[in-house]
């Protein structure tokens, strides 16, 4: 396989909430570890190095955020660069992108690291989705993986 161009992982969906609560729902770890990750060493803010945590699985990762435009863009290198953009749809609407690029590897690694990141990104936007607009905690993202779970006695 030769790849005519780098692949771009992509992930969107429609939030019926005021583009500030969404965009708080991926800046504050109080709201995002609803959703996705268990927990993180701080919220997101420019310039800053933070931990997200998914305690779950024993994991861990170092998100580097590069650009934080309130309401609007979110950009991070985790380990790749990954931007969120908060478009509102009217006053109670907000359309969320998530892209996700720069994946290294060979054609199949890249390809491969492209699908991984739209699903991961796809169930954080629909896991969102649900907590916002419902209240509902659906635990997709350890649900995902039930059996990579790591069970403390």
């Not at 429609?14 to 770890?29: C, G, K």
């Not at 701080?42 to 305690?55: F, I, R």
């Not at 890249?110 to 699908?115: D, E, L, P, Y």
């Amino acid at each position: 396989m030769n790849l005519n161009a780098a692949p771009v992982a992509r992930a969107q969906m429609l939030i019926r909430r005021p583009v500030a609560d969404v965009f708080a729902a991926f800046i504050d770890p109080a709201i995002t570890t609803k959703f996705w990750f268990t927990r993180a060493s701080n919220p997101l803010a420019q310039g800053e190095t933070v931990t997200w945590y998914w305690d779950m699985y024993l994991a861990q990762a170092e998100v580097a955020v590069k650009a934080v435009e309130t309401n609007r863009r979110i950009l991070i290198e985790w380990p790749t660069p990954v931007e969120w953009v908060f478009t509102p749809r009217g006053e109670g609407a907000t359309f969320v992108t998530i892209t996700a690029s720069g994946f290294c590897g060979s054609d199949d690694e890249v390809v491969a690291q492209a699908i991984d990141s739209m699903g991961g990104f796809s169930l954080a936007l629909a896991g969102c989705k649900a907590f916002l607009e419902h209240g509902i905690e659906l635990n997709l993202v350890g649900d995902h993986n039930p059996d990579a779970q790591v069970r403390i006695a």
